[in-house]
């Protein structure tokens, strides 16, 4: 059974880091592209990010372009988001989702940036 | 980047009725598009892939259909548990790019 289960969630101040956590069990982790989503409240779905099976290729929405930094470790099956310079409208649900056309998805784990 | 236009944003459906949701592309995409549902307070489940492909243990009278910019997702008769907002995602190039969700109501 595929399992997706993010983790890092907090409350952090604007300007703060973050790093989020997406361990992945039930499928052969290092076959497929990843991404992380989100949902701010009451809002739509946003791609944010999205690494190829190997890591060697990432994109990003605009949005976040420059303050937030995917990552992989496939020795470990899990998915990383490096979080910098966070805003207030970072403020959302994230989750992780398998494959390109993100057939699975984790539980979201949630962010808010407030001071 | 590719834009995705969804329509309409919110509708109201009586039970057994027929709905289309459409969305459209800024570009070509070919049939690279998935469907997506999302019920309140949960996470968004696929649906269809590929544009018409039906995602295993889906209900059959969901449906996609479309190629290159026009694309719908239609619910033969709709059943209380469909009330939910659905999204379409491209995923033809980078970035990929959701459309802005349909809510579909209880009339």
């Known amino acids: 059974e595929v399992q997706l289960v993010e983790s890092g969630g907090v409350v952090v101040q604007p300007g703060g880091s973050l790093r989020l956590s997406c361990a992945a069990s039930?499928?052969?982790?290092?076959?497929?592209?990843m991404h992380w989503v989100r949902q701010a409240p009451g809002k739509g779905l946003e791609w944010v990010s999205l690494?190829?099976?190997?890591?060697?290729?990432?994109y990003y929405a605009d949005s976040v372009k420059g303050r937030f930094t995917i990552s992989r470790d496939n020795s470990k099956n899990s998915l990383y988001l490096q979080m910098n310079s966070l805003r207030t409208e970072d403020t959302a649900l994230y989750y992780c989702?398998?494959?390109?056309?993100?057939?699975?998805w984790g539980q979201g784990t949630l962010v808010t940036v407030s001071s | 980047d590719i834009q995705m236009t969804q329509s309409p944003s919110a509708m109201s459906a009586s039970v057994g009725d027929r709905v289309t949701i459409t969305c459209r592309a800024s570009?070509?995409?070919?049939?690279?598009l998935a469907w997506f549902q999302q019920k309140p307070g949960k996470v968004p489940k696929r649906l269809i892939y590929?544009?018409?492909s039906l995602q295993s243990g889906v209900p059959s009278r969901f449906s996609g259909s479309g190629s290159g910019t026009e694309f719908t997702l239609t619910i033969s008769s709709l059943q209380p548990e469909d009330f939910a907002t659905y999204y379409c995602?491209?995923?033809?190039?980078?970035?990929?790019?959701f459309g802005g969700g349909t809510k579909v109501e209880i009339k």
């Open positions: 989702a398998k494959d390109i056309s993100a057939d699975y």
């Open positions: 039930g499928f052969t982790f290092d076959d497929y592209t």
């Open positions: 690494i190829s099976w190997d890591g060697g290729s990432t």
């Open positions: 570009q070509g995409i070919s049939n690279y």
């Open positions: 590929a544009s018409s």
């Open positions: 995602l491209q995923h033809n190039s980078y970035p990929p790019t």
